[in-house]
């Protein structure tokens, strides 16, 4: 019986669907880490987190089962072990799994068994929940694998005590959420008092479409010290030594990171989201239009930080209404940031339109269907750089506007990814600030200033008609934010925001706005999500509906 245990823990990305890569990346990890017994791995690292529909593929099962059993036949060497997150057919039904490898061959496979299926997960949509698990018996250690939610809750891991577990290793696809490492610290604190055992969280990192992973795996003793705490956002192989004792397996004290910022971890989940999406989708780059306000401002920052200056592409699309201090303000953002800025003035193509539409327009004064216009043109002309050239477009709408539809569809709304979709115009505010002050760790941008103050001080516009304002239909943001905070993340009724105090005209405009601009949401371009209800992961609510908290 050993009483020594070296356990390697690699916080990984995953490539969804790259079940040969993902395989390749393991087995690589592992011939770096010969001296360990066993390497483990985050939840269905074989196939990449989330999976969605992609499991009911029978074609995937069968690729899954001949790589597990290719990296089984490496582990004949007498290195480490493998832990390894993947699908699992039996009895015709589909498991989300851990499979143990050992000395040549799959020893033992663990069934997840609690299925989270609120917020952004689906999971019984597409696997069957395995029974309570007992430990696996590796080397003679009895090791217990709670697979993610499985370690959120108490039954498995009081199964697995009850059953003579020794160590607790969870693999984890949990994605990011502002906050939630503080919440998989307490969810660790929970399990590891209520059992008496050490356990190991182990979380993935990357992005995938909206969700992002930020890791912060830790090992924590059953004392609910951390031995151990990973870093934000990087992947990280950190080998742990464990001594059994006459109290149990106790894992030696080694690096406990810290964690950053409210803001500091906004800007990077964002950066994460969208270099993920953009390499991940074999795109040269990203163009967006710059405008002279702070939606693209912050986009491009995010952008150049996320890609480099070199892989971003700004157009200044200039009409009549606008501004010389946004065609200055435009200038000044992408010579700070160092990218690419050209202008295509769209004067001609508004003519155009005029031109085309007047006789069916005959006796009608210019309305929002003129400004739409410009704004349809706008993205039209993106597209057309994006067809030609291949960058993707990025979309900059944040999620004030969404919350209410102010902004027009198949014009700025065109694009395929957007950073700013899951935080409110406020945090657009306050973060532009933090950017001009700090430089974000993951980033590869500028130092130094990113935009010039005014960006941040002027009065929003969409400049579609003269001296437009978005405060002439929308209250200040300050209002519009914490009357959304209350409506959407909280789900609160009007009568609940009114009595904090807010005008109940404005209140009841809101929640119409909010619930008539589901169409729009529903079109728009995945975002990356970071809080607890983001649009269309989180938050589903029905098209054609007639419900109000007011009448
Ligand atoms: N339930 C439903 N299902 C399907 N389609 C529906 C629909 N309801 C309306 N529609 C369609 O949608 C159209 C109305 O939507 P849309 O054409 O977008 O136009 P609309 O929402 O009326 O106007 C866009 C608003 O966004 C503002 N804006 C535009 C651009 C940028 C910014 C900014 O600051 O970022 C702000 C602009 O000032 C204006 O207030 C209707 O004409 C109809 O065709
Ligand atoms: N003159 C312009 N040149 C280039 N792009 C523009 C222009 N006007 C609008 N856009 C694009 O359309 C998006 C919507 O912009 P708009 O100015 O209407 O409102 P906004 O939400 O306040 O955004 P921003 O703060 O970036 O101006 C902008 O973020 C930008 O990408
Ligand atoms: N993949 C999972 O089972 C993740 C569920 C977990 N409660 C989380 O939110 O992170």
Not at 250 to 261: K, S
Not at 310 to 328: A, G, H, I, N, Y
Not at 448 to 471: F, W, Y
Request: charged share 25%; hydrophobic share 40%.
């Amino acid at each position: 019986m050993t009483d020594r245990l070296k356990i390697a823990l690699a916080q990984f990305s995953q490539n969804v669907g790259d079940l040969r890569g993902n395989a390749d990346a393991m087995l690589v990890a592992r011939s770096k880490h010969m001296g360990a017994d066993l390497i483990a791995f985050p939840e269905l690292q074989l196939i990449g987190y989330p999976t969605e529909d992609l499991v009911l593929k029978p074609a995937l099962h069968a690729e899954a089962e001949a790589e597990l059993q290719r990296m089984a036949k490496v582990t004949a060497d007498g290195g480490p072990g493998m832990l390894v997150g993947t699908t699992h057919v039996r009895d015709r039904l589909l498991y989300n799994a851990v499979a143990v490898l050992d000395g040549g061959e799959v020893i033992a496979t663990v069934l997840k068994h609690e299925l989270p299926n609120y917020g952004v997960f689906d999971e019984k949509r597409v696997f069957a929940s395995g029974p309570l698990p007992g430990p696996v018996n590796f080397r003679g250690v009895r090791i217990g694998i709670p697979i993610c939610e499985d370690m959120w809750l108490s039954p498995v891991c009081e199964c697995l005590a009850e059953t003579g577990a020794e160590i607790l290793i969870s693999p984890n696809a949990s994605p990011y959420e502002l906050g939630k490492d503080d919440r998989r610290l307490s969810a660790g604190v929970g399990r590891v008092t209520e059992t008496g055992l050490p356990l190991v969280m182990l979380n993935r990192v990357g992005g995938q479409d909206e969700v992002v992973f930020d890791g912060t795996s830790y090992v924590m003793n059953p004392d609910r010290s951390l031995a151990v705490g990973f870093r934000e956002w990087d992947e990280q192989i950190i080998v742990t030594d464990w001594t059994r004792t006459a109290d149990g397996w106790r894992c030696a004290p080694g690096e406990v990171a810290t964690h950053d910022d409210d803001l500091t971890s906004i800007y990077h989940a964002m950066i994460v989201g969208l270099r993920d999406y953009v390499t991940r989708n074999r795109f040269p780059g990203v163009v967006l239009g710059l405008s002279g306000g702070i939606d693209s401002a912050l986009s491009a920052a995010v952008a150049v930080d996320a890609l480099g200056a070199d892989k971003v592409w700004c157009v200044m699309m200039p009409s009549r209404f606008t501004s010389q201090e946004s065609l200055d303000d435009a200038a000044e953002c992408a010579r700070l940031l160092g990218v690419r800025l050209d202008s295509v003035p769209i004067g001609a193509a508004m003519d155009a339109f005029d031109g085309m539409l007047s006789p069916l327009f005959e006796g009608r004064g210019r309305d929002i269907a003129e400004e739409n216009i410009q704004s349809r043109i706008r993205g039209v002309t993106l597209m057309a750089l994006s067809n030609k050239f291949g960058p993707m477009l990025l979309t900059t709408g944040n999620k004030s506007e969404m919350s209410v539809g102010y902004a027009t569809i198949y014009g700025d709304m065109a694009g395929g990814y957007s950073v700013l979709k899951d935080v409110y115009k406020t945090t657009v505010f306050e973060l532009s600030r933090w950017r001009n002050a700090n430089l974000p760790r993951l980033g590869v941008g500028a130092t130094g200033l990113v935009m010039p103050e005014r960006v941040i001080t002027k009065p929003p516009s969409a400049e579609l008609r003269d001296n437009q304002k978005d405060q002439d239909s929308l209250p200040p943001y300050d209002d519009l934010d914490a009357i959304l905070l209350d409506l959407v993340e909280h789900e609160r009724s009007v009568e609940d925001v009114v009595a904090k105090g807010f005008d109940r005209e404005t209140v009841v405009k809101i929640e119409r706005l909010l619930h008539v601009a589901e169409y729009k949401r529903r079109q728009a371009p995945p975002g990356v999500k970071i809080g607890r209800r983001s649009f269309g992961r989180d938050r589903r609510y029905p098209i054609t509906h007639a419900f109000r908290t007011v009448r």
